[in-house]
């Protein structure tokens, strides 16, 4: 059986175009990205934890989708591992592209409405729940575009309606 096709990216971002890659084609990597809506519409964002590329930054929760898993199936091991909480359904939403000097990933983000538990940062990260424009800072260079499409379609009302 063949794999499926990936998804076209919504976007392709170069992260630190002048720092150098390794040459030739690099293998893209799948991450799944969960933007965890909160009763009062606000969103999380956590710290990457110490020891990892861009540590300190801030992004949304989430990590690599391991071989034979879907999305829905990473992201609920992920935030289940990494900050305690266990999802419901995981709302597909949009793909991003990006090439770090580290790295190349494809960032399968989907939208979280439903989820329980209390958060729990296992890795030592911090967090924060947001709301646009966000006020921690630095924010990953990955996790911009996340925060422009959120700012284009608007509140998380609208965003649960589309969901
Ligand atoms: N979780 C998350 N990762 C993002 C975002 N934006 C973005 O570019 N990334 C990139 O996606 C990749 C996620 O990989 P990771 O290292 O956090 O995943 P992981 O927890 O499975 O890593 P591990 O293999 O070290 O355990 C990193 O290269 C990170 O820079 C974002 O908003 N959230």
Known sequence: MTAPAAPAPDEVLVVD?????APGPRPVVDVAVGVLFDRDGRFLLTTRPPGKAYAGH?????????PGETVEQALRRELQEEIGVTIGSAHPWRVLEADYPHARVRLHVCRV???RGELQMHEGQAFA???LPVTVT???PGTWPLLRWMAQEGGPETAQANA
């Open 17 to 21: 175009a002048d720092r150098p890659r």
């Open 138 to 140: 630095p924010v990953l």
């Open 113 to 115: 409405f439903d989820w």
């Open 58 to 66: 801030w992004e949304f929760p989430g990590g690599k989708v391991e």
């Open 129 to 131: 729940w947001q709301t």
